[in-house]
T-cell receptor, first 110, second 117 residues
Framework: DAKTTQPPSMDCAEGRAANLPCNHS???????VYWYRQIHSQGPQYIIH???NNETNEMASLIITEDRKSSTLILPHATLRDTAVYYC???????????FGKGTTLSVSS | SAVISQKPSRDICQRGTSLTIQCQVD?????MFWYRQQPGQSLTLIAT?????????ESGFVIDKFPISRPNLTFSTLTVSNMSPEDSSIYLC??????????????FGPGTRLLVL
C-alpha cells in the first residue's frame, strides 16, 4: 500500500503558484520523497525528489518538513499544461518499485 | 534522461487471445518494472524483471497470466495471456537510471493502451 496521503483534487489559477501537499507520517529515515505527474494517461513524468533538504529544479520546488512527515510540491507559476494527476511517493531508492497512491488531480484554469 | 519505447502503443484485441508488449531502453539497466493502470485508477506494480533471473510478481499477478521475458539489459516483454475485458488497461514499463540531478530516478515508457473486446 502507498505510504502517502494526498488531497484528491486541487484547483489553481493560471500564473499563480500551485502548492500540493503530501503526508507521509510513517516515512523511514532512508526513504526519499518523489513526485511524479501524469498528463492525460501518458507515462508518469518525474518531477523532483528529496531526502530531507528542500530541493529546486527547473520544474518545481520540494519543501520537506523538518520531521519529514510531510512535504509540499510547489509549481511557482502554474500553466494550463500543468493540469495533471500528481503523485507523491516514498521509496528507499535505487532498485525498488514505486508504489502509487491515488494522487492529486490538479486543474489549472485561466 | 534515457529513451524508453514501448510497442505497440495501443491495440484492440479479442478475448481469449494474447498480446506481447515490448519495452526497449537505450541504455543498459539492471531492473525493469511493469505496471498496469486500469481505467480511472492509479498505477499498480505487476512485476520486477531482473536480467538473467525469473521475474518477481506482486500479489494478485501470476506468471501464467503475465509471463515476462528479460533476455538482455535493454529489453523486456510482458505478455497478457488469455485476455478478458478486465485486462483493458494501460501497461507501462519503467527503469531506474541516474537522474540529471542527484541519485537514481525511475523513468517510464509511454505506455501501451490495450482494449479487450
Amino acid at each position: 500500500d502507498a505510504k502517502t496521503t494526498q488531497p484528491p483534487s486541487m484547483d489553481c489559477a493560471e500564473g499563480r503558484a500551485a502548492n500540493l501537499p503530501c503526508n507521509h507520517s510513517t516515512i523511514s529515515g532512508n526513504e526519499y520523497v518523489y513526485w511524479y505527474r501524469q498528463i492525460h494517461s501518458q507515462g508518469p513524468q518525474y518531477i523532483i525528489h528529496g531526502l530531507k533538504n528542500n530541493e529546486t529544479n527547473e520544474m518545481a520546488s520540494l519543501i520537506i518538513t523538518e520531521d519529514r512527515k510531510s512535504s509540499t510540491l510547489i509549481l511557482p507559476h502554474a500553466t494550463l499544461r500543468d493540469t495533471a494527476v500528481y503523485y507523491c511517493i516514498v521509496r528507499v531508492g535505487f532498485g525498488t518499485a514505486l508504489i502509487f497512491g491515488k494522487g492529486t488531480t490538479l486543474s489549472v484554469s485561466s | 534522461s534515457a529513451v524508453i519505447s514501448q510497442k505497440p502503443s495501443r491495440d484492440i484485441c479479442q478475448r481469449g487471445t494474447s498480446l506481447t508488449i515490448q519495452c526497449q531502453v537505450d541504455s543498459q539497466v539492471t531492473m525493469m518494472f511493469w505496471y498496469r493502470q486500469q481505467p480511472g485508477q492509479s498505477l499498480t506494480l505487476i512485476a520486477t524483471a531482473n536480467q538473467g533471473s525469473e521475474a518477481t510478481y506482486e500479489s494478485g499477478f501470476v506468471i501464467d497470466k503475465f509471463p515476462i521475458s528479460r533476455p538482455n539489459l535493454t529489453f523486456s516483454t510482458l505478455t497478457v495471456s488469455n485476455m478478458s475485458p478486465e485486462d483493458s488497461s494501460i501497461y507501462l514499463c519503467s527503469v531506474d537510471l541516474q537522474g540529471s540531478g542527484r541519485g537514481e530516478t525511475q523513468y517510464f515508457g509511454p505506455g501501451t493502451r490495450l482494449l479487450v473486446l
